[in-house]
């Protein structure tokens, strides 16, 4: 089935102590994002990625740290989490990096940053 | 800097009734415009998007959305609504171009169908 997985899909944890978010697909595409939920503020993006070895920053970057090592995943990086950063996370990847392209949203990770 | 601006936060219909969420956006030049559901504890799932062509776009589970690019407008109806269509809905918008452009979404309006 052509899926986004991330893992985990909750996790609490306290402040400082660092985590990862992993974010996995099998459909080859070439974007991979990573976004943010928070109620009255909709989505706003994270860091995105175009390819392998290829990243940038998105709305809210401060914090967090990505990586595009392998075309399939693009894992989230909070080294010094912080309570600002409870939040529900989704990664989100679409075929191709075109505007137009349908972006397909993984499960979600509820994070809470005690 | 481009927006979305989704005006209610709740719509409440009852079933059988036709619905509408709003969506106005903003943007430099030509938009595409996506309309995305979350049911809960779930992810987002697609909908359907505008790109060009027929400002009547039809999507998944019998929604539909109607370009207006005058009022700057893409809102999400169906005929005849059922309570599991009860979920968080989000407008986005891109800016049409060949390449990348970021991907802005409304803050979501929340639809409540009554039996």
């Known amino acids: 089935e052509a899926q986004v997985t991330q893992n985990p899909r909750y996790l609490i944890t306290v402040t400082g102590k660092k985590l990862t978010v992993t974010c996995s697909q099998n459909m080859n595409h070439e974007y991979m994002s990573w976004y943010r939920q928070d109620p009255g503020l909709g989505l706003r993006q994270i860091y995105y990625s175009m390819n392998v070895e290829v990243t940038d920053k998105g709305d809210v970057p401060e914090g967090y740290k990505v990586s595009r090592k392998e075309k399939r995943n693009f894992p989230l990086i909070l080294e010094s989490p912080s309570p600002n950063q409870t939040s529900l996370y989704f990664c989100?990847?679409?075929?191709?990096?075109?505007?137009?392209?349908?972006?397909?949203f993984g499960p979600g990770t509820r994070l809470t940053v005690l | 800097a481009q927006s979305v601006a989704q005006p209610e936060d709740q719509v409440n219909v009852a079933e059988g009734n036709p619905l509408t969420v709003k969506c106005t956006y903003s943007v430099s030049g030509n938009p595409y415009l996506f309309w995305y559901v979350q049911y809960p504890n779930r992810g987002l799932q697609f909908l359907l998007k505008?790109?060009?062509?027929?400002?009547l776009v039809k999507g998944s589970y019998g929604f539909e959305a109607e370009f207006n690019k005058s009022q700057t407008s893409f809102h999400l109806k169906k005929p005849s609504a059922l309570v599991s269509d009860s979920a968080l809905y989000f407008c986005?918008?891109?800016?049409?171009?060949?390449?990348?452009?970021?991907?802005?979404f409304g803050k979501g309006t929340m639809l409540l169908v009554s039996p």
């Open positions: 505008y790109i060009t062509g027929d400002n």
């Open positions: 986005a918008v891109r800016r049409a171009l060949s390449g990348y452009s970021t991907l802005t």
């Open positions: 989100a990847s679409s075929l191709r990096t075109g505007a137009e392209d349908t972006q397909y």
